[in-house]
C-alpha cells in the first residue's frame, strides 16, 4: 500500500484544513488530538510521507533522528513536570490505525 497525499494529516501539512498546533520544526508537527482520551492528548506526525511506525523503520536514520528529536522537544513543550505519560502508535488497520501518515499520540492524565 502507497502513501496516500489525501489522508487528514496530509491535508493539515499542507494546511487544507486547520490544526490546533503545540510544536513546530522543520521536521516535526504535533497538534492536539480532535477526540481526547485524555488531559492532553496530543498527536506528533513527521512532515514527510510516511505511512505509520514500520514504514518510520524503513527510512533513513537521518529522518528518524529528526522526527525523534521533534518527539523529544513535544513531551519537553507539552509535559514541563515531567509527569508520567504514554506514547503509543496503531501500526495498521488491524491495530486501530485509521490515518495513515505516522503519528505518536502523547497522553498525559
Ligand atoms: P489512529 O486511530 O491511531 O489512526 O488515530 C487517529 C487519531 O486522529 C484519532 O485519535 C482521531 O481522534 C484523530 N483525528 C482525526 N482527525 C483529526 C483532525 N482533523 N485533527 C486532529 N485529530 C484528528
Do not use: W
Not at 514504514?55 to 519537553?76: E, S, W
Request: with cysteine.
Amino acid at each position: 500500500m502507497h502513501y496516500d497525499d489525501s489522508n487528514v494529516f496530509a491535508k493539515i501539512l499542507n494546511k487544507e484544513i486547520p490544526c490546533s498546533k503545540v510544536y513546530e520544526d522543520e521536521h516535526t508537527l504535533a497538534f492536539k488530538d480532535l477526540h481526547p482520551k485524555a488531559r492532553i492528548h496530543i498527536l506528533i506526525i513527521p512532515k514527510s510521507k510516511c505511512k505509520n511506525f514500520s514504514d518510520l523503520l524503513n527510512m533513513d536514520a537521518q529522518f528518524i533522528t529528526n522526527f525523534f528529536n521533534g518527539v523529544k522537544n513535544t513531551i519537553k513543550q507539552v509535559n514541563p513536570d515531567n509527569l508520567d505519560f504514554k506514547l503509543l502508535t496503531n501500526n495498521g488497520i488491524n491495530a486501530g490505525q485509521e490515518i495513515f501518515h505516522m503519528h505518536f499520540h502523547l497522553l498525559i492524565n
